[in-house]
């Protein structure tokens, strides 16, 4: 038999297939040379997809934060950095997420006279058309130079406080919230989150300078529609501050200053406030408000075509404030939610209530949850409810109101808000697209 050898002399794994295309070739020369020079906005749209895939998340911000809009790009940028990434609170906008969460981490984690301003300060141009809304839970005090010898008394005095007043003026909000055009938002909450065993109250100061500075910084933002203010030991000097800068501001609807240490003078400047502003929530949950507070702020629903939402959980108004508030509510149109839950309210409270609820035509919603109605009170409230239309929820949970009295209370609101479900599905109010 005769074999013949076939001798392949080229190379077998060489194929045209694996030679790079030019467009290829140019577009690995402009993703590895970006930061000098930026050229995306000159490619078509199909070549700065092909970049943007390509593009390091570690680029400096002021390379990418004006030039780079696709969110691919900045969805990779907040996945690498954050654990937990719901781009739902954030308009759908991973690059809005991404400058948010980065700026509020600068923030929270600055120490007055030892991190550089500019740190801030600089990313401003980089951040301002993408910044609506900013949560700082956390502001940190200046670092203590000349430390205080440890006393060895281990009670907190009075004393240790004033020191320690110089030492807690925080980052001031001015510079930067005035200088973001867009921003609607504004949650804050002057703590430590993570102090440890260096625990002081002194940490949780949210001092005159802290409020004087805020305060001036708020009347400038002119497009702040949320402002929330908690958990900050807010006193009545400071409130009457804030209130003051805020009378006649243009676009604030929601003030939240629940868990604060708010008392009767506080609540009268809030209560001004009510009158002279197009605010529609105010939550003042977890305060010491009594009744001359409530009797100020009931002044301010009189007074009010706005508000549509009140929260007074958790102060003291008892009855001469929630009689006054009754009353308020008997001219006012636009309160539509009322929190008196744990007020030491009784039967006269309710007494007021029971012609609210014959009179108003507003209210859909009042907690009286926690407070001493007891039997009369619930009597009382059930003769009003006998031919209201509009109230859909009515908290009367340890109250004391005999159990016969609440399940008739309870079904009367419950085909209240039956009619008003069915007349929405007879009228919905969503045009059709």
Not at 60 to 86: F, G, M
Not at 201 to 218: G, H, I, K, P, Y
Not at 331 to 357: D, W
Not at 407 to 426: C, D, K, M, P, T
Request: hydrophobic share 35%; glycine share 4%; aromatic share 6%.
């Amino acid at each position: 038999s005769f074999y013949t050898r076939r001798c392949i002399t080229e190379d077998p794994s060489w194929s045209l297939v694996t030679v790079p295309h030019l467009t290829e070739l140019c577009i690995q020369h402009i993703v590895h040379n970006f930061e000098k020079n930026p050229i995306l906005n000159y490619l078509l749209p199909e070549h700065q997809r092909r970049v943007v895939d390509r593009l390091s998340t570690s680029l400096p911000l002021t390379v990418t934060a004006n030039i780079v809009s696709h969110e691919d790009y900045w969805k990779r940028c907040c996945i690498e950095r954050w654990q937990v990434c719901d781009v739902s609170n954030y308009g759908d906008s991973w690059k809005r997420m991404f400058f948010e969460r980065h700026l509020e981490n600068i923030v929270k984690f600055f120490i007055p006279n030892t991190t550089d301003p500019k740190q801030v300060l600089e990313l401003i141009p980089l951040c301002q058309g993408y910044v609506r809304k900013l949560e700082v839970n956390q502001f940190l005090p200046p670092l203590r130079v000349d430390q205080k010898e440890e006393s060895n008394d281990p009670d907190d005095t009075e004393e240790d406080a004033d020191f320690s007043e110089a030492y807690t003026h925080h980052y001031s909000l001015k510079n930067l919230i005035t200088a973001l055009p867009h921003l609607e938002e504004l949650h804050l909450t002057y703590g430590v989150k993570s102090c440890g065993m260096n625990f002081e109250w002194s940490l949780f100061n949210f001092t005159e300078q802290d409020c004087s500075s805020l305060a001036a910084a708020l009347k400038k933002c002119h497009n702040l529609k949320v402002f929330k203010l908690t958990r900050s030991k807010v006193d009545d000097d400071k409130i009457k501050v804030l209130a003051r800068n805020l009378l006649d501001h243009p676009c604030l609807l929601e003030l939240d200053l629940s868990h604060n240490l708010i008392k009767d003078n506080g609540a009268q400047a809030l209560g001004k406030l009510i009158s002279h502003s197009r605010l529609e929530t105010l939550d003042l949950c977890n305060n010491q408000i009594r009744h001359l507070g409530a009797q100020a702020l009931a002044q301010g629903l009189a007074e009010s075509s706005t508000l549509t939402s009140l929260n007074l959980r958790l102060n003291f108004v008892e009855d001469k404030g929630g009689e006054a508030i009754g009353h308020a509510l008997l001219t006012n149109t636009s309160l539509k939610s009322l929190h008196l839950g744990s007020n030491n309210l009784s039967e006269p409270t309710a007494a007021v209530f029971s012609q609210v609820l014959a009179q108003n035509t507003t209210l859909t919603s009042i907690n009286f949850s926690c407070n001493h109605l007891g039997l009369g009170g619930g009597k009382q409230l059930l003769e009003g409810l006998a031919n209201n239309k509009t109230l859909t929820e009515l908290d009367l949970r340890h109250t004391e109101v005999e159990q016969e009295t609440d399940f008739l209370i309870h079904q009367i609101v419950w085909a209240n808000r039956e009619a008003v479900r069915l007349g929405s599905l007879q009228h919905p109010t969503t045009e059709p697209l």
